[in-house]
């Protein structure tokens, strides 16, 4: 099935979409400074440029889109128009996290990943005090 826009139109739409500073990242980044952690962001050096990352943790911070990364929730729904470009494109996202994240943990670094749907209003506390547990569960020496 064709797409359902002109060149034009898709390219437009796709251009606007950010790929950093996202609403979601900045309310994990906000909730994480609010209580005193320190981080950096996209960290180019690390596999996956991550979006978070928090040095004296050793633990960096996925914040992935739902439909991007392909999360098993209601909030993706493979396309289905163009899927000749959709399937492989989305695919190839989620291999890539999954190579970039164990390349992290083969080099040392707690990896967490926080999904868009997990930060609505009704679920970040719950999630965010999850990523917290797990920050700081890290950083005593546990696995």
Same mark, same amino acid.
């Given at each position: 099935? $064709?797409?359902?826009? !002109?060149?034009?139109?898709? !390219?437009?739409?796709?251009?606007?979409?950010?790929? &950093?500073? &996202?609403?979601?990242? $900045?309310?994990?980044?906000?909730?994480?400074?609010?209580?005193?952690?320190?981080?950096?962001?996209?960290?180019?050096?690390?596999?996956?440029?991550?979006?978070?990352?928090?040095?004296?943790?050793?633990?960096?911070?996925?914040?992935?889109?739902?439909?991007?990364?392909?999360? #098993?929730?209601?909030?993706?729904?493979?396309? !289905?128009?163009?899927?000749?470009?959709?399937?492989?494109?989305?695919?190839?996202?989620?291999?890539? #996290?999954?190579?970039?994240?164990?390349?992290?943990?083969?080099?040392?670094?707690?990896?967490?990943?926080?999904?868009?749907?997990?930060?609505?209003?009704?679920?970040?506390? &719950? &999630?965010?005090?999850?990523?917290?547990?797990?920050?700081?569960?890290? #950083?005593?020496?546990? #696995?």
């Amino acid at each position: 099935m $064709a797409d359902n826009h !002109s060149k034009e139109i898709r !390219s437009k739409n796709m251009s606007h979409i950010r790929s &950093t500073n &996202t609403k979601p990242e $900045a309310k994990v980044r906000k909730y994480l400074f609010a209580r005193g952690f320190r981080y950096r962001k996209n960290v180019k050096a690390l596999p996956g440029c991550p979006d978070i990352v928090l040095p004296k943790y050793k633990t960096v911070i996925f914040v992935n889109g739902c439909f991007w990364h392909k999360h #098993d929730c209601p909030r993706f729904v493979m396309p !289905s128009s163009n899927q000749d470009y959709w399937i492989p494109k989305i695919n190839a996202n989620k291999e890539r #996290d999954e190579r970039n994240q164990r390349l992290l943990r083969e080099l040392g670094w707690n990896v967490i990943v926080v999904w868009e749907c997990e930060l609505k209003e009704s679920k970040l506390n &719950t &999630t965010m005090q999850g990523v917290l547990a797990q920050l700081l569960f890290d #950083d005593e020496g546990g #696995d």
